[in-house]
């Protein structure tokens, strides 16, 4: 079976920092592109970042770009989602999904997710 589990998510300071990370398996992780996404109470999910299956091409939306980076360890089956400097704006819940084709910051493009991980920035 296909998993994704998602993890490090937290209560944090804003300012502050967290390391999200996604186990994968059942699926071959190091043949497929990867994205982070994240849905605040009340809001859709919306696309945060995305890598290519060898990480050598990212995106980011525009409003964690400089803040956020991700990163992934294929022979550990693992992705990252590294983030600085965290406001209140950043608080949802944060989902990493395998990505089947079509473009990267659409949740269409995404068959597999995990089941998320709430991060919470507050005071």
């Known amino acids: 079976d296909v998993q994704l589990q998602a993890s490090g998510g937290g209560l944090v300071q804003p300012g502050g920092s967290l390391r999200l990370s996604c186990a994968a398996s059942?699926?071959?992780?190091?043949?497929?592109?990867m994205g982070w996404f994240r849905q605040a109470p009340g809001k859709e999910r919306e696309f945060v970042a995305f890598?290519?299956?060898?990480?050598?091409?990212?995106y980011y939306r525009d409003s964690v770009k400089g803040r956020f980076t991700i990163s992934r360890d294929n022979p550990k089956n693992t992705m990252y989602l590294q983030m600085n400097s965290l406001n209140t704006e950043d608080t949802a819940e944060y989902y990493c999904?395998?990505?089947?084709?079509?473009?990267?910051?659409?949740?269409?493009?995404?068959?597999?997710w995990g089941q998320g991980t709430l991060v919470t920035v507050s005071s």
């Open positions: 890598i290519t299956w060898d990480g050598t091409i990212t």
């Open positions: 059942g699926f071959s992780f190091r043949s497929h592109s």
């Open positions: 999904a395998a990505r089947r084709g079509g473009t990267y910051s659409d949740r269409q493009s995404y068959n597999w």
